[in-house]
């Protein structure tokens, strides 16, 4: 959006600063959805894109509409509809030369009712024109801020100490107010008891004296600030809790928002004690993070989704018991529509195919439907809007170049995408064939027939004859492939009595020519497929009436010019007498009748060139002349309409009706081996109904039949009763509809051309491969060019299969994901008539360097020298991970050649960092490398290692094993002496001795340095033979090393520097207690 000063209103109201509205910019598709309150003299852009748009509007604001959408040629005008229609323009309302529409509000009173005599508020869009088509916009929705009057008062109250209070109330306004609430016309104290609700709920819990007071609402909004009445809370003081069953208080609601809109689910239930209110969704998936607490008890969603949507049951459990209520409420959140795949711009040749692919998403779901040049586009014949939302385009010409755009709708907006169609037209084609004709030989066959082009007509290598049906909306169209040495085809198979259009397509080895001009021709009449259906009542003992309807159009099979009706009784089959009436009757009545006798009756229908088949015999017996004062009469003007699964039957009381009690209803399924006589008339006789009786009220005069099989026959009985005995029937018998049978092309005269044969596929890089193949052995007919079909493999979604079409005999595919495995497929095209695809092969792209770094990267302190690092593979790893690099290093600002590295087999996801320091902080990175090469690092994640403490030096055990040890030790430094100064051997080094072994004591526990004296290496000794040695090379546990460090200080000794920092010194000085290997010993 370009840069734009403030149009600021001067003081007269009506002049603009228009300096930075001289150029109207069109950009590709821009997205722009406002909703909320624009600010003065602001401006919105409308495109074809998600909306609609919402500009709220305050008095003595402005704002600029600009009309911003595909188009990239030069812009011939714009054009502005509101609400539909070609805007009016009017003082606050009109077109800048730019093409912008400018809509102030000035001087608009406050009053609504002004606002709506201003005319500005409506539903704005642009048409922009340019030298190729035409598109449409958005919908822009331009309203006047608004405050209506509370339609919810908040109510006053008493409730008793430490109990709980609510108070609602209800407003609606543009932009939705925020509401406050006020005690003593100040702000409710900031008090966790006191909760306030987005949806305008006061709740008040352990409710205190000084709570009571006059309450009430404020709701606010850019329009106004309006109060609701007071109400009034009075507490109860002294008052004993009532320890009664948990009950709920205010129960969740069912809610609609739409998405992004915020959503309060409330609960407040009562109990002594306090009760505890849990929330769990009814389907048992877990209630979303983002969903927050209010209050104690409330669910709040902030942003409501539409994985929001479900059932939330609020329980109440009364603490230790297992006593408990819970209320219910769904939440329904409406998404506006959103274009999850929008059509691309394509170039066609002339006479071939294209297919625009367009899938939306919302709620409730949007229909989508197709605009070309801003006008909407109806499915027929070669233009066909499928039910997936693809438009699909046959045989395209010159005149379907344009702009077109999928609209998707629902009831909360639309959203809309456009795409170009370019119609390639080469030299030297053939121009449109000449003459083209057509006559009628029968109800089903056409003749066609047409002359070669006038130009380039010695490069025609054939024709295609294209027709559907010249009215309706939803036509297929039908094609004939013809070759080159004839100019005429007979059409065959066609509806009798039905307007067909023709037209004829010329084919060079360059491509197509133009449509020929269409012509249209009716098929001649045929006798009616169908016999009309008919019912049979009687209104005297002497006559029957029969009534029908007139067949469909789409079985007269031309017009309906009279009807003949057979009639004879049961036992006289051989004596039928035949009426004849006029095609505009439906009902007769058949006179001078035997009382008390089973008539059979049937009917058919004929146009101008005969009758066809008669309906099946409908059985209908008189009535008793002896019995007409007790027996219902058969109802009158039955009529039955016939669907494809149902029968919807409606009737008219008989002439006795205030007699009857009701009606008996019965249906049976006809089979086609059953005969009239099989199965007299009698309506004692229920067994021989499939269904019934289905008794109906008096009332009642329509009845519809379901679940019923498509084109069956049926019979249908209804019946009148009274207290005393049911009433003569009435009849009809008739067949369900059809189902529709899946439209089936007309066979062409050659077969199809086969498909290629030794297709091969080869690898050419990571985005590309060579597909090569070569002509079909034999063909019948000349093969054009090619059709490459292909798509990831094992993909089932047909939308995202992608075609190219190549006129040698090999292609290079690019722009593929690499290492990935696709499926191919070729198809010959002959002209006007394509080939099945051959059999599929398969390849990978080569592999190439991942393109995103492992995810999901988590580290985890073991202990306070190592880490633990977890990982995922990459999203897009782009070939077979052969090992993942992990850098770490304590000082990120550190160049990567300068961090530690690790590496790891591409089939491992965890490992361990050892040998880092205690309570520092390092940082962590991931690669992942194929064959190729190394992708990306991931993003540096930190970690912190843990400190060093007692329980990671020395546990209990160790403790004590080194105090026996050293107690052993002192022992066996007494024994040693007592056993000199026994032997007499050199008593003048007792006290040296003495001194020394004193003075070893007061270095070692004063210095961490220093030789070692006899007796501690006895101690050593002594520990050894206590503790099973270590191997030679075996490494030195730091954590062990602490636990010494830590546990040496509390004995009042001390351990050497070098192994407190876990080096092992290879000398006998630092023969600590327990585990130097006995090789450091014989090193000294």
């Given at each position: 959006m370009r840069p734009r000063r403030p149009l600021l209103p001067a003081p007269g109201g009506a002049y603009m600063a228009l300096e930075d509205l001289l150029c109207l910019c069109f950009s590709a598709l821009a997205v722009l959805a406002v909703q909320g309150r624009l600010l003065e003299g602001d401006s919105l852009e409308l495109s074809c894109s998600a909306g609609p748009a919402k500009v709220?509007?305050?008095?003595?604001?402005?704002?600029?509409?600009?009309?911003?959408?595909?188009?990239?040629?030069?812009?011939?005008?714009?054009?502005?509809?509101?609400?539909?229609?070609?805007?009016?323009?009017?003082?606050?309302?009109?077109?800048?030369?730019?093409?912008?529409?400018f809509i102030s509000s000035q001087g608009a009173a406050k009053d609504s009712k002004y606002l709506e005599k201003t005319g500005v508020e409506g539903n704005y869009s642009c048409v922009s024109h340019s030298s190729l088509g035409a598109v449409t916009s958005q919908t822009a929705a331009v309203k006047f801020s608004t405050l209506s009057r509370f339609f919810q008062q908040p109510e006053s109250q008493t409730v008793e100490e430490n109990g709980m209070a609510r108070f609602e109330c209800r407003i609606e306004g543009l932009p939705p107010p925020v509401i406050t609430w006020e005690k003593d016309h100040e702000a409710v104290p900031a008090e966790p008891r006191f909760i306030t609700l987005p949806n305008g709920v006061l709740q008040i819990?352990?409710?205190?004296?000084?709570?009571?007071?006059?309450?009430?609402?404020?709701?606010?909004?850019?329009?106004?600030?309006?109060?609701?009445n007071a109400a009034v809370l009075s507490v109860l003081k002294d008052s004993q809790p009532a320890g009664g069953d948990v009950t709920i208080i205010a129960a969740p609601e069912n809610t609609t928002v739409v998405a992004g809109e915020s959503v309060v689910m409330e609960c407040m239930a009562a109990a002594d004690p306090t009760p505890f209110v849990s929330w769990i969704r009814q389907d048992g998936k877990p209630v979303s993070t983002d969903v927050i607490v209010l209050g104690r008890t409330n669910l709040l969603i902030p942003s409501s989704q539409p994985h929001h949507s479900g059932v939330y049951v609020c329980r109440a459990n009364k603490p230790q018991t297992r006593q408990f209520v819970t209320a219910a409420a769904e939440l329904r959140v409406l998404a506006t529509p959103s274009i999850s795949q929008a059509p691309e711009t394509i170039s066609r040749t002339r006479a071939s195919t294209a297919r625009f692919v367009c899938k939306a998403e919302g709620e409730p779901a949007p229909t989508i439907q197709w605009l070309k040049?801003?006008?909407?586009?109806?499915?027929?014949?070669?233009?066909?809007?499928?039910?997936?939302?693809?438009?699909?385009?046959?045989?395209?010409?010159?005149?379907?170049?344009?702009?077109?755009?999928?609209?998707?709708?629902?009831?909360?907006?639309?959203?809309?995408?456009?795409?170009?169609?370019?119609?390639?037209?080469?030299?030297?084609?053939?121009?449109?064939?000449?003459?083209?004709?057509?006559?009628?030989?029968?109800?089903?066959t056409v003749l066609v027939s047409w002359e070669?082009?006038?130009?380039?007509?010695?490069?025609?290598?054939?024709?295609?004859?294209?027709?559907q049906r010249a009215v309706g909306t939803d036509n297929v169209e039908y094609q004939f492939a013809v070759n080159n040495d004839t100019t005429e085809l007979q059409v065959k198979d066609l509806e009798p009595n039905t307007n067909y259009v023709f037209y004829v397509v010329a084919y060079s080895q360059l491509g197509a020519s133009r449509t020929s001009s269409s012509i249209i021709v009716q098929t001649l009449e045929d006798v009616p497929s169908a016999a009309p259906q008919l019912s049979l009542s009687s209104m005297t003992p002497g006559d029957i009436r029969v009534t029908w309807l007139p067949p469909p159009p789409e079985l007269s099979n031309g017009k309906i010019t009279k009807y003949k009706i057979d009639y004879c009784t049961l036992k006289e089959a051989d004596q039928v007498t035949s009426i004849e009436v006029g095609g505009n009757e439906t009902q007769i009545t058949l006179?001078?009748?035997?009382?008390?006798?089973?008539?059979?009756?049937?009917?058919?229908?004929?146009?101008?060139?005969?009758?066809?088949?008669?309906?099946?015999?409908?059985?209908?017996?008189?009535?008793?002349?002896?019995?007409?004062?007790?027996?219902?009469?058969?109802p009158t003007e039955l009529k039955v309409r016939a669907k494809m699964e149902s029968l919807l039957i409606t009737w008219q009381p008989p002439a006795n009706h205030a007699q009857i009690s009701g009606y008996k209803l019965y249906y049976r399924e006809v089979g086609p081996e059953e005969t009239s006589d099989e199965n007299p008339l009698d309506g004692a006789e229920d067994e021989s109904w499939d269904v019934g009786p289905i008794k109906l009220k008096k009332k009642v005069k329509q009845y519809e039949l379901t679940r019923l099989a498509p084109g069956r026959l049926y019979e249908v009985k209804l019946v009148a009763f009274n207290k005393h005995e049911d009433g003569y029937a009435a009849v009809w018998k008739g067949k369900t509809e059809k189902a529709p049978a899946a439209a089936?092309?007309?066979?062409?005269?050659?077969?199809?051309?086969?498909?290629?044969?030794?297709?091969?596929?080869?690898?050419?890089?990571?985005?590309?491969?060579?597909?090569?193949?070569?002509?079909?052995?034999?063909?019948?007919?000349?093969?054009?060019?090619?059709?490459?079909?292909?798509?990831?493999?094992?993909?089932?979604?047909?939308?995202?299969?992608?075609?190219?079409?190549?006129?040698?005999?090999?292609?290079?595919?690019?722009?593929?994901?690499?290492?990935?495995?696709?499926?191919?497929?070729?198809?010959?095209?002959?002209?006007?008539?394509?080939?099945p695809f051959g059999s599929v092969v398969e390849r990978f792209t080569l592999p190439d360097r991942p393109s995103t770094p492992p995810s999901d990267l988590r580290l985890h302190p073991l202990n306070p020298y190592a880490v633990q690092v977890h990982w995922c593979p990459p999203a897009e790893p782009n070939g077979i991970i052969v090992e993942y690099l992990i850098l770490y290093n304590a000082n990120n600002t550190q160049p990567d050649d300068m961090w530690t590295l690790l590496t790891r087999e591409g089939n491992i996801f965890s490992t361990e960092v050892?040998?880092?320091?205690?309570?520092?902080?390092?940082?962590?990175?991931?690669?992942?490398?194929?064959?190729?090469?190394?992708?990306?690092?991931?993003?540096?994640?930190?970690?912190?290692?843990?400190?060093?403490?007692?329980?990671?030096?020395?546990?209990?055990?160790?403790?004590?094993?080194?105090?026996?040890?050293?107690?052993?030790?002192?022992?066996?430094?007494?024994?040693?002496?007592?056993?000199?100064?026994?032997?007499?051997?050199?008593?003048?080094?007792?006290?040296?001795?003495?001194?020394?072994?004193?003075?070893?004591?007061?270095?070692?526990?004063?210095?961490?340095?220093?030789?070692?004296?006899?007796?501690?290496?006895?101690?050593?000794?002594?520990?050894?033979?206590?503790?099973?040695?270590?191997?030679?090379?075996?490494?030195?546990?730091?954590?062990?090393?602490?636990?010494?460090?830590?546990?040496?200080?509390?004995?009042?000794?001390?351990?050497?520097?070098?192994?407190?920092h876990g080096k092992r010194k290879e000398s006998c000085e630092l023969k600590p207690h327990s585990w130097p290997p006995p090789s450091a010993a014989d090193q000294c």
């Open positions: 709220i509007l305050e008095p003595n604001q402005v704002v600029v509409l600009d009309c911003n959408l595909a188009p990239a040629e030069q812009v011939i005008n714009v054009t502005w509809k509101k609400n539909g229609f070609p805007l009016v323009e009017q003082e606050h309302l009109h077109v800048l030369p730019n093409g912008s529409l819990v352990d409710v205190q004296e000084s709570d009571a007071g006059t309450y009430h609402c404020v709701a606010t909004n850019a329009a106004r600030k309006r109060y609701s040049n801003g006008e909407t586009i109806l499915s027929n014949g070669r233009v066909k809007v499928q039910s997936s939302g693809s438009l699909v385009i046959n045989q395209i010409g010159l005149e379907d170049a344009g702009y077109y755009q999928c609209v998707a709708e629902n009831s909360l907006g639309m959203a809309c995408a456009t795409a170009k169609l370019s119609v390639i037209v080469r030299e030297g084609l053939p121009s449109a064939p000449k003459k083209v004709s057509a006559v009628s030989l029968s109800s089903t070669r082009p006038e130009y380039n007509s010695e490069q025609i290598i054939g024709f295609s004859l294209h027709y006179y001078s009748l035997h009382p008390n006798k089973v008539y059979k009756v049937r009917i058919a229908a004929s146009t101008s060139v005969g009758y066809g088949a008669p309906s099946e015999w409908t059985q209908h017996r008189t009535p008793d002349r002896d019995n007409q004062t007790h027996v219902p009469f058969a089936v092309d007309p066979p062409v005269q050659k077969g199809p051309p086969l498909p290629p044969v030794q297709v091969y596929a080869e690898s050419n890089s990571s985005t590309s491969i060579w597909l090569r193949w070569k002509k079909p052995d034999f063909t019948t007919v000349k093969i054009v060019n090619y059709t490459v079909r292909f798509s990831p493999w094992g993909l089932k979604n047909a939308s995202l299969v992608t075609y190219y079409t190549s006129s040698d005999e090999d292609i290079l595919i690019s722009g593929l994901k690499p290492y990935t495995r696709y499926e191919f497929a070729v198809q010959s095209n002959g002209v006007g008539i394509d080939g050892h040998g880092l320091e205690s309570d520092t902080r390092y940082f962590f990175k991931m690669g992942a490398k194929t064959v190729v090469g190394s992708g990306p690092y991931s993003n540096v994640k930190d970690v912190h290692t843990l400190r060093e403490k007692l329980s990671d030096i020395l546990d209990i055990h160790s403790v004590t094993g080194i105090i026996v040890g050293v107690c052993l030790g002192l022992l066996c430094i007494l024994f040693c002496m007592c056993a000199s100064f026994r032997n007499n051997k050199q008593r003048e080094a007792l006290p040296g001795l003495d001194s020394q072994a004193a003075g070893n004591h007061t270095y070692y526990h004063r210095s961490r340095q220093g030789v070692a004296a006899p007796s501690a290496t006895l101690d050593s000794h002594e520990l050894e033979s206590l503790m099973s040695p270590l191997p030679e090379d075996a490494p030195v546990a730091l954590g062990d090393i602490t636990e010494l460090t830590e546990v040496h200080s509390l004995i009042h000794t001390s351990l050497p520097e070098d192994i407190i």
